[in-house]
Structure formats: C-alpha cells, structure tokens
C-alpha cells in the first residue's frame, strides 16, 4: 500500500513538473519578429553602381554617391557597354568591381 501510495504522489509530482515547465516556456517572451522585407533588402542592394559620368567610367555607392572617376573613356568602349553603362551597371561585391573596371580598362 505504502508504494503504491509513493508511485501515485511521484506520479501526480511529475505531472506538476512537466505543467510548470510547459506553462513557464509559453510565458517567455519570443524575440521581437524581422522583417522580411528589410531583410531581403539588404541582401539585394547593390554595393556600387558603376555609369558613365563626365564622359568616363564612374563608380557610385548608393551611401556616397560618387566616390570613383577612373580614366577609362566611355567613348573607347564597344556600342554593348556603352549601352550598359548608360543604364548603370550594379555590383554587389569588391571582387565583382574589381573584375568589372578592369573589362573595361582591358
């Protein structure tokens, strides 16, 4: 009698136990939600745009706006970039502007 009295008072204990657990989880407060969209958008913005400007290539950032001229005359290019160049091409990375000005200053 004795035992089965201990396994019904273990029991209902575990019971409690497990209620208190549940119960506190659910008051903890869950960090605050991110946007998506701002999160998509920084993924996506684009580091530079690189134009023609003043006749040459120019490098643009969206913080800065102008923070390169290089001498690379847009009038030397093939008609195709100086087409891109006109609409502005973006960059999303160093590397990828790196590899971009020095196409055009082949």
Same mark, same amino acid.
């Given at each position: 009698m004795m035992q089965k009295t201990l396994r019904l008072r273990l029991a209902a204990g575990l019971g409690t136990l497990a209620l208190g657990l549940t119960g506190a989880a659910a008051l903890r407060p869950s960090p605050a939600p991110v946007p998506v969209s701002a999160t998509v958008a920084e993924v996506s913005a684009p580091l530079y745009t690189v134009r023609e400007y003043m006749g040459v290539v120019a490098v643009f950032s969206p913080e800065n706006g102008l923070v390169r001229l290089t001498d690379c005359a847009v009038a030397s290019l093939p008609e195709q970039d100086r087409l891109r160049l006109a609409e502005g091409v973006t960059v999303d990375s160093e590397e990828a502007l790196a590899m +971009? +000005?020095?196409?055009?200053?082949?």
């Open positions: +971009l +000005l020095e196409d055009y200053q082949g």
